[in-house]
């Protein structure tokens, strides 16, 4: 499989394969393919697999395309203005994604559902109880909100972010939760009760634009329900 990535704010990867060779996705990504890319809805492993697929936010069924009789070409796009990755995944090098973050991968990629080994993490960490671990081998892809910056973190070197930030981890790294330090920082310095802390060794990679934070702006121009 060969691809190419382009586009800025709203990027695509094109795929190339050769026949024979099969793309899953499990969010209907799909932008435009070939006619001779052959769609088929799968349950990805079953029952287990599709509730932790929703759990972490994805669909309940998986779509794979497989190229038949010759070449193919697939594309997949972004959802939200951003930024899409591409990840070679392997042995020692599986990765922590945030919720909906999967786009596209070979099928030689398996995904889980990754708990955080610390209750509060998950809870008060703003990135969820659940996200999603790729493992296997081969090609990956992942989209992020807005720009994103990576990071090398030593082991026991730490970095703390703010909520929502974090994009993708190595599964190398861990993570845990710090309280916002003072009374008077945390009630009014706008930055709520707890940060995230990742500890390496590993990469991490910090998007610049969260989805839940532009939901949050936008929230005050959509009208309510309420009728009073």
């Not at 287990?48 to 395309?65: C, V």
């Not at 030689?108 to 990135?127: H, M, R």
């Not at 910090?206 to 009728?227: C, D, G, K």
């Amino acid at each position: 499989m060969q691809y190419q990535i382009e586009g800025d704010t709203l990027p695509v990867v094109i795929c190339q394969l050769s026949a024979g060779e099969t793309m899953i996705t499990e969010r209907g990504s799909m932008s435009w393919m070939s006619p001779n890319m052959k769609m088929e809805t799968t349950s990805g492993g079953g029952l287990g697999k599709m509730f932790g697929r929703l759990l972490a936010g994805e669909a309940l069924f998986q779509n794979r395309y497989t190229a038949q009789g010759g070449p193919g070409m697939i594309a997949f796009a972004s959802s939200f203005p951003g930024s899409i990755r591409a990840f070679e995944i392997g042995p020692g090098r599986e990765l922590v994604v945030q919720k909906s973050g999967f786009l596209a991968a070979e099928a030689s990629i398996d995904l889980s559902v990754f708990f955080q080994k610390k209750l509060g993490t998950g809870f008060f960490g703003g990135e969820g109880f659940i996200m999603q671990k790729l493992s296997g081998r081969g090609i990956a892809f992942a989209e992020f909100d807005g720009h994103v910056k990576e990071y090398e973190l030593s082991a026991g070197q730490s970095l703390v972010v703010d909520t929502g930030y974090i994009a993708a981890m190595d599964a190398s790294c861990s993570m845990d939760i710090i309280t916002v330090p003072g009374v008077k920082n945390a009630l009014f310095g706008g930055e709520g009760l707890f940060n995230t802390v990742v500890t390496g060794p590993g990469r991490i990679w910090l998007q610049t634009m969260p989805i839940s934070n532009v939901a949050a702006v936008l929230r005050p121009f959509f009208p309510s329900n309420n009728n009073n």
